[in-house]
């Protein structure tokens, strides 16, 4: 049986966290030749027949809050390639409350709550560096044009229940805090739409540091020389959120306040002066 509260903690080492909880937490280095290894604490195969499921606490110093109903986690870590980092990257499966279904009204209510303890705790939203800085409904509108799956939704906007009901699976609503981001993201039961009925949704949460986040960028061969390659790949898509940012503007207004997790971002009025910085 799993405990019913487990912590994580980005960059743990995780034979560490083994040894916390050593009835819980199952390693998987037959992957790759041991290049990757997963972490996983799963309560659905504990509890298959009620909804008492495990609540996780994110240790991430001034950071730090709870996720309750989770269902189960995924850690991941690059031994052989990055081995000082440890775990780098976390996934969580989280029910939207205890019981199966919900109404709509209720899931929207709960999903905007944890988005509010995950803001309270500290969290910053953040908007991918290469795409165009919207704040409220129209970061939300933007995200759910075509092309746009993912995109950065503000969670300081909370739809109304006939948006609510209209946002494709798998919208994304991004936050940082101190080098780690977090993305949230849902899904729903495609066959439980009907408004006046009960839906059934599933939440995801993913953990990952700022150095995978840069990592990502660049091939294979190249990732072991990301922190050489990435100052220039970090003006390369200033660029192209530039470039988005004035094929859209007459139709959204651009959030000229927003400032990226490195502190950085296009300087204000830029697009007045039809410079890109």
């Known amino acids: 049986m799993s405990p019913k509260e487990v912590t994580i903690r980005l960059g743990q080492q995780g034979r560490e966290w083994v040894d916390m909880y050593p009835n819980a937490v199952h390693a998987n280095d037959k992957n790759a030749n041991g ?51 440890g775990i780098y990257n976390f996934d969580l499966s989280v029910a939207i409350s205890p019981n199966s279904t919900n109404s ?17 705790a500290g969290w910053k939203r953040e908007i991918g560096v290469y795409n165009p800085r919207l704040s409220g409904r129209d970061a939300l509108l933007y995200s759910q044009a075509g092309g746009n799956s993912n995109y950065s939704v503000d969670a300081n906007y909370v739809p109304a229940l006939d948006e609510w009901m209209k946002i494709n699976d798998y919208t994304d609503w991004k936050f940082y805090a101190n080098e780690v981001y977090l993305d949230v993201t849902f899904v729903r039961n495609p066959d439980k739409m009907d408004p006046n009925q009960p839906g059934a949704y599933l939440v995801s949460l993913n953990f990952k540091s700022a150095n995978a986040v840069e990592r990502a960028y660049f091939d294979k061969k190249d990732r072991p020389r990301y922190k050489e390659l990435y100052p220039a790949e970090r003006k390369r898509l200033a660029k192209l959120r530039g470039e988005a940012e004035r094929k859209i503007s007459s139709q959204y207004h651009i959030d000229e306040t927003y400032i990226d997790p490195d502190g950085e971002t296009l300087a204000p009025g830029w697009i007045r002066q039809g410079e890109i910085n």
């Open 35 to 85: 290049e990757i290894v997963f972490y996983d604490v799963d309560w659905k195969s504990d509890q298959l027949t009620n909804r008492q499921l495990g609540t996780v606490r994110i240790d991430h110093g001034n950071n730090s809050f709870s996720v309750p109903y989770v269902l189960s986690i995924m850690g991941t870590a690059l031994p052989q390639d990055f081995p000082e980092e």
């Open 104 to 120: 709509h009204a209720i899931a929207l209510h709960q999903f905007y709550a944890l988005l509010k303890t995950i803001q309270n």
